[in-house]
């Protein structure tokens, strides 16, 4: 892959996170400061992006959306490395509780 190819890809997935972001936000803005692991402040910029504005952000050339496991502990649970796929949805539940705390930790 080029670096053509590379950034054409990190816009269409800028898009992409950009509309889903504000798709959620509408939908359930709740829910979305948690999946999307956002502010309070975010979720309004972001609900109130025209769609001008949204393109505009995503064609930059750095992704807009990041990973959120910052430990090993998440990355092992939510990929169950060396554990048997039995306890793979109460690993898949303690992450989730992991991120869900350090999202309240970042929002306030």
Known sequence: MNSDQILAEIREANLSYVMLAQSLIRADREQALYRLGISEETATLLNTLSPAQMMKMASGNTLLCRFRMDDDLVWGLLTSHGK???NDSVSRL??????????????A
């Open 84 to 86: 048997p796929a039995a």
């Open 94 to 107: 303690h992450a989730s509780i992991l991120m869900a705390g350090r999202h309240q930790e970042a929002a």
